[in-house]
């Protein structure tokens, strides 16, 4: 089984920068595509960014400017650059891998969850 290990979260303030790491790890495997979403009590887990095999990116329109995803194929790792970050940034941070699980000569293609980082923004 493919596991996600996230590291990075933190309290900071207004302005400040922090950077999110989730490495998967277990088994043959390939990332097909990641993802970080985050989720605050009572609402929703919304996509922040994400991004393909290809280098392909996409971002959420709130933080457009501010967050860089970016992977390490070699390390089968997925970072989450945030800039600027706002209190409103402020949430539990999880990765999301697409990932293909080599058995034999097949594959079966599974989703997989990070176990969450808690981000604090506040002054």
């Known amino acids: 089984q493919v596991q996600l290990v996230e590291s990075g979260g933190g309290l900071v303030q207004p302005g400040d920068a922090l950077r999110l790491s989730c490495a998967a790890s277990g088994g043959v495997f390939s990332i097909n595509a990641w993802g970080w979403y985050r989720q605050v009590p009572g609402k929703q887990r919304e996509l922040v960014a994400g991004?393909?095999?290809?280098?392909?990116?996409n971002y959420a329109d709130s933080v457009k400017g501010r967050f860089t995803i970016s992977r390490d194929n070699a390390k089968n790792t997925v970072y989450l650059q945030m800039n600027s970050l706002k209190p409103e940034d402020t949430a539990v941070y999880y990765c999301h891998a697409d990932a293909s699980v080599y058995y034999g000569l097949g594959s079966t293609r599974y989703d997989y969850w990070g176990q969450g980082t808690q981000v604090t923004v506040s002054s």
């Open positions: 991004i393909t095999s290809g280098g392909d990116t």
